[in-house]
């Protein structure tokens, strides 16, 4: 079984930068993706970013301030989140993607930018 910790979350002023990680445990062979995806209070889980071992996906809003980044194996992910806005605040989940077993999410890390 995979298991995902997440880490790096905190409180920022706007302007600011974090870096999440994301550690996969376990039996991590044949992971296809890992990404990440964000939860603000009273709103539903919405995609960031995902990466595979040939490209990078962004959504829309998070192009050109955030970068996905991955080890060779894709047992680990990171997400630089830079020129942070108040908007960015929410709960971020990582989540690994494999070619045979159910995905796999991580416990969440909250991230708070302050305006």
């Known amino acids: 079984q995979v298991q995902l910790e997440e880490s790096g979350g905190g409180l920022v002023q706007a302007g600011g930068s974090l870096r999440l990680s994301c550690a996969a445990s376990?039996?991590?062979?044949?992971?296809?993706?890992m990404g990440w995806f964000r939860q603000a209070p009273g709103k539903e889980r919405d995609f960031v970013a995902a990466?595979?071992?040939?490209?990078?996906y962004y959504q829309h809003s998070v192009k050109g301030r955030f970068t996905i980044a991955r080890t060779s194996n894709l047992n680990a992910v990171y997400l630089q989140m830079d020129s942070l806005k108040s908007e960015d605040t929410a709960v971020y989940y990582c989540?690994?993607?494999?070619?045979?077993?159910?995905?796999?999410w991580g416990q969440g890390t909250q991230v708070t930018v302050s305006s």
């Open positions: 989540k690994a993607e494999f070619y045979s077993r159910p995905e796999v």
């Open positions: 376990g039996h991590t062979d044949s992971t296809y993706a």
């Open positions: 990466i595979t071992t040939t490209n990078t």
